[in-house]
């Protein structure tokens, strides 16, 4: 599978953002899909992750309550709402995709697009 991210972009804190990541071929169901992000100087980190189905949510703590993922297996894209974004959010943002478990292991997918940019100001 093919993802390409997009949404990413330049918001005041406080504000939102909505990122999409669009999959190639007709086999999306089949996927767990994850965004993850990357802060510059920093490890790939964990941002929230949704099972085949969408039925199991997975967050990182600190976007608890404020981003929320979701997937359309029929327009093969997955989804994240960022809401009150703080400046810490600044990172280049990543979507993923397995047939494994759902998992927060960025380890453990194997297929990831290209990023996009997101960047908070205070």
């Known amino acids: 599978v093919q993802l390409q991210a997009s949404g990413g972009g330049l918001v005041q804190a406080g504000g939102s953002l909505r990122l999409s990541c669009a999959a190639s071929g007709r086999t999306f169901s089949s996927y767990v899909m994850g965004w993850f992000r990357q802060a510059p100087g920093k490890e790939r980190e964990f941002v929230a992750a949704?099972?085949?189905?969408?039925?199991?949510?997975y967050y990182a703590d600190f976007v608890r309550g404020r981003f929320t993922i979701s997937r359309d297996d029929a327009a093969n894209t997955v989804s994240l709402q960022m809401n009150s974004l703080k400046p810490e959010d600044t990172a280049v943002y990543y979507c993923?995709?397995?047939?494994?478990?759902?998992?927060?292991?960025?380890?453990?997918?194997?297929?990831w697009g290209q990023g996009t940019l997101v960047t908070v100001s205070s």
């Open positions: 949704i099972n085949r189905g969408g039925g199991s949510l």
């Open positions: 993923a995709a397995d047939l494994g478990i759902l998992t927060k292991n960025p380890g453990r997918y194997y297929y």
